[in-house]
């Protein structure tokens, strides 16, 4: 699923205004980096330290539904974005750490998103509404795409991935967005992970982007909640390795 709604519990919702009224908490390590920390009731599973110098935390609370979870992304400069999925990777909600702004899915979809149809099927289309308030007023965005299984995979830190492309578009005020490319998808831990991707404007002209996961850390691993991004940032660029490269699945 490319990017990232229900009515939320009490849970999610006293979650989401306690990380949206303060700075993500963490706790600093004498001696050591600062960590990410969870708030009460939750377990976080998961840390991914990607390209664009950014890493992400992963973690899932008691008091939400099965199956659901929470992602933070943290750049050089703290913790930017809040994600809250269900277990097809459904974009739930979503939150702009930085500029206020929320997406909330509109509920039932005309082709919900599924993870699940992905990996039985190889393929998985999609159609979809979200509502967003920011800066610039609320306003429905309207979604369609798909996403495919390659047949490849890729090794990273051990980790076996299975390999995505993907496209997806949503009218803006001068015309039609397209975003298309590749992605990862971990089947056990049921996370899509992003990858080279390109945006191209009403207007014809396109960039590139690269959020590839290089590292991944479990409970008890090195890294496992830092908050500090290692690709891609500042003079550390131009020495930081190169994206995964897939295979094809023999």
Do not use: K
């Amino acid at each position: 699923m490319w990017g990232n709604g229900r009515e939320t519990g009490l849970g999610t919702a006293v979650i989401a205004a306690a990380l949206l009224c303060a700075p993500l908490p963490v706790t600093a390590q004498t001696g050591g980096p600062e960590l990410f920390q969870v708030p009460p009731g939750c377990t976080a599973f998961l840390t991914v330290q990607a390209r664009e110098c950014t890493v992400s935390h992963h973690w899932t609370c008691e008091a939400d539904p099965e199956g659901t979870h929470w992602r933070a992304s943290l750049d050089q400069d703290g913790p930017f974005y809040l994600s809250y999925s269900d277990a097809e990777f459904r974009w739930l909600q979503s939150w702009g750490l930085r500029d206020g702004s929320t997406t909330v899915l509109v509920e039932p979809e005309e082709d919900p998103a599924s993870l699940t149809e992905l990996l039985e099927t190889g393929s998985d289309s999609m159609v979809f509404s979200l509502m967003v308030e920011g800066p610039s007023g609320r306003f429905r965005r309207d979604y369609t795409g798909f996403d495919s299984l390659t047949g490849g995979e890729v090794a990273v830190d051990g980790r076996t991935l299975m390999v995505t492309e993907f496209a997806y578009q949503y009218g803006v005020g001068s015309g039609t967005r397209r975003v298309e490319g590749n992605q990862f998808v971990h089947e056990g831990w049921r996370l899509f992970f992003g990858g080279v991707e390109t945006v191209t404007e009403p207007d014809g002209t396109s960039y590139e982007y690269n959020s590839s996961p290089m590292e991944f850390a479990e409970p008890g691993e090195p890294g496992f909640l830092t908050t500090r991004p290692i690709y891609d940032c500042g003079d550390m660029m131009s020495a930081a390795p190169a994206a995964p490269v897939w295979r094809a699945r023999q």
